[in-house]
């Protein structure tokens, strides 16, 4: 009881960092992750290879390498050192986690966000394209619509493994609900429910995550309802096997 | 030279590199392998609904993805350490405490988390074999054990290899992590290198390289599996 009493509040401190973390990341990631899929998709050879190479790296290095590369290895790098700007997010434990982990989760998101724009019927396009839409006005309205529809499900699996991932931050000394639950193991020899509060922690974050992604998910397939089966978009074998690793 | 390329040389630290490398493919392959075990039983009960059972290996399952790998290895290493360590020391093997026993529990640690991975994987292939394959294995009279034999197993390993595939990816991903303890595989020779020659850069570079080359390679590998056992099934 008293253990529960002393660790609760310093895991629950734990938890913002963990929540501001997951969010920063998520944001830069995301948007990250959807340049990059476009250039995938782009006809431009160079933009398309390098889309494809950024992401079999970024997916085939464990993302401890990539966070140790960024926090201690790009200190030596002069042109790094030089730049304030730079040297500004480097030299502080969070702010690199959160470049690794953008730059990481911006690798897969491509991955999804590819598979999703891959199984927007060519048909519908054309259609918006005889219509008359502008190339920007057709993706906000066709393509990235009916593309996050399908990308959506495997999409909140991501955010549950950048979830985890902000674990790696406490390698780097930044103390969020890994970093204290290792601490206070080390402290009071309570590792097991040490481990139980903190994982119950995660759980909740990603149960929460679950939840909202789920009725974002019913919130933009309420017109299925009616009509689930006249209007379902064929479900592409990319869509539902985004591979974990290069391809 | 400005981030110590010479010195990784002279100083042989590639040998070193190479030897963490094999570590972290034998702490890989030893864990995949465990974890396929333990996928392939906590699948068969979670697809057949074996009562109590099946609520055991739900909870593994969810728990173990749902929490980060960092925090099942300290949970792991810290409760087993001391543990472990009496019981070798009481039969006289320290030297061995030290290499031998971070290995054994990395691969649990390991296993276990890609274990619950292979669970899903191995429970969605079996979802997916048709049921009247099953029932008219059984019309036929062949008994259970013939029937996973013959029926179940090779169309179950079939629609697996590509979800076995990225369970891989991940397993010898979360390897890396077991440096934290201090096993002496890829990660923890680059962690020393660059804290013994101040050259972080060129360190954990290579070690990222090595780690991109295991990934490659075995992403090919599992391509030719996959090419081998569509072709078969078409014949």
């Not at chain 1, 995301?30 to 782009?42: E, H, K, P, T, Y």
């Not at chain 1, 396009?125 to 057709?138: D, F, I, K, P, Y």
């Not at chain 1, 481990?195 to 919130?219: D, H, M």
Request: net charge positive; glycine share 8%; charged share 15%.
């Amino acid at each position: 009881m008293e253990l529960i009493q002393l660790a609760v509040p310093v895991l629950l401190k734990g938890l913002w960092v963990t929540a501001a973390l997951t969010l920063v990341s998520v944001l830069i990631g995301f948007n990250l992750g959807l340049g990059l899929a476009l250039m995938r998709l782009s006809s431009n050879a160079f933009s398309a290879g390098f889309a494809k190479y950024y992401s079999n790296v970024f997916r085939g290095t464990p993302l401890l390498v990539q966070i140790f590369i960024f926090y201690y290895g790009l200190g030596e790098v002069s042109l790094v050192r030089n730049n304030p700007v730079l040297w500004w997010v480097i030299s502080d434990g969070s702010r690199c986690a959160v470049l690794a982990l953008a730059l990481n989760t911006a690798a897969y998101t491509s991955e999804i966000l590819r598979g999703g724009l891959m199984s927007v019927p060519a048909g519908l396009v054309e259609a918006a394209q005889a219509c008359g839409m502008s190339r920007v006005l057709r993706f906000r309205r066709i393509e990235f619509p009916l593309a996050i529809r399908q990308a959506l499900p495997a999409y909140g699996n991501e955010l549950i493994l950048v979830v985890k991932g902000t674990s790696l931050a406490s390698t780097i000394t930044v103390l969020e609900i890994t970093g204290y639950a290792k601490r206070l193991m080390s402290q009071t020899f309570a590792i097991f429910e040490i481990f139980a509060i903190a994982g119950i922690l995660y759980l909740v974050i990603n149960l929460l995550l679950i939840t909202i992604t789920r009725s974002i998910e019913r919130w933009l397939m309420r017109h299925e309802s009616q009509s689930r089966h006249e209007f379902s978009a064929p479900r592409s074998e990319e869509a539902a096997a985004v591979s974990r690793g290069p391809s | 030279m400005e981030f110590g390329l010479w010195q990784v040389w002279e100083a042989g630290w590639v040998t070193a590199i190479l030897r963490g490398a094999a570590v972290t493919v034998a702490v890989g392959l030893s864990s995949m392998v465990a974890g396929l075990l333990i996928g392939v039983v906590c699948g068969l009960i979670k697809w057949a609904r074996i009562y109590p059972l099946s609520l055991l290996v739900d909870g593994y399952t969810s728990v173990v993805r749902g929490v980060p790998e960092l925090l099942v290895i300290y949970l792991l290493f810290f409760s087993s350490v001391q543990f472990v360590t009496k019981v070798i020391t009481a039969f006289g093997y320290a030297g061995l405490a030290e290499s031998g026993y971070a290995f054994v529990i990395a691969v649990i640690a390991i296993g276990a988390i890609s274990g619950a991975y292979s669970t899903e994987v191995i429970r969605g292939a079996l979802a997916s074999i048709p049921s009247g394959h099953i029932e008219a294995a059984r019309a036929l009279g062949l008994p259970g054990g013939r029937i996973f034999r013959r029926i179940i197993a090779p169309q179950m390993l079939r629609i697996a290899v590509p979800g076995i595939n990225n369970v891989w990816q991940t397993t010898i991903k979360d390897t890396a992590l077991v440096s934290v303890v201090g096993l002496q595989e890829l990660m923890r020779i680059s962690y020393i290198g660059a804290n013994s020659t101040r050259h972080p850069f060129i360190f954990y570079l290579i070690a990222a390289v090595v780690y991109l080359f295991i990934t490659l390679v075995s992403q090919a590998g599992f391509d030719g599996v996959e090419r081998l056992l569509r072709l078969r099934a078409r014949r």
